[in-house]
């Protein structure tokens, strides 16, 4: 699906059809993007591993994708006054993997974390952006007058019990179920998803 970004309306317009993006869109763009970001990464880590890497440089360029796909997500799920609005939970969502990416690149290269590993690593810490557009969405919805949510499970061999178990739980009111990419299913009692930060789970509102 062709689509840009139009700063002075805060929208992502569809080219084919010019109207912004519908919510099913904006979800594919979402897939999209993050799969874009995660390739990126993995060519990323295999730059690492050649023979005089910048360690450094790599850890920076990775940072900097990481808070970037952030904001993209953040703005494409509920609008620029939204996400300003919501600012602050976002810049925490960002500084919560800086946290985990803060020496990664030097045990990549020292070979503490295989490749292997670290590649899925590094798809988790830009998958961990999906937070930041449901928490944004989330907020849209409420605003548009949605009261509740339903946690929508990918479906795949991947899928794991405690999404699985919110899946069925069927609408709940908004706030009960965390935001998927965020690690997070229910908020109380809290229940984590199995694959961490790279769940692909969606909800629904109404």
């Not at 070979?111 to 937070?131: D, L, Q, T």
Request: aromatic share 8%.
């Amino acid at each position: 699906m062709p689509w840009r970004y139009e700063e002075e309306s805060a929208s992502f317009i569809n080219l084919e059809t010019g109207d912004r993006l519908t919510p099913s869109e904006a979800e594919d763009l979402v897939d999209d993007l993050v799969e874009r970001f995660q390739d990126d990464a993995e060519d990323m880590i295999n730059n690492l591993l050649d023979e005089d890497p910048d360690v450094a440089a790599f850890e920076r360029d990775l940072s900097e994708r990481v808070r970037r796909l952030f904001i993209i997500l953040a703005i494409l799920g509920g609008g620029v006054a939204i996400y300003t609005s919501l600012r602050a939970q976002v810049e925490r969502q960002i500084q919560k993997q800086y946290l985990y990416l803060d020496r990664f690149a030097k045990q990549v290269y020292e070979g503490v974390v295989p490749s292997g590993s670290a590649i899925n690593r590094a798809k988790m810490y830009i998958n961990s952006a999906r937070g930041a557009y449901w928490l944004t969405r989330t907020e849209a919805e409420r605003q548009r007058g949605m009261v509740e949510e339903k946690w929508l499970v990918i479906g795949d061999e991947h899928s794991c019990s405690p999404c699985m178990e919110a899946g069925g739980m069927g609408y709940q009111p908004i706030g009960t179920f965390g935001q998927p990419g965020s690690g997070i299913v229910l908020r109380s009692p809290t229940t984590v998803c199995a694959g961490l930060t790279s769940c692909r789970c969606k909800k629904r509102f109404r």
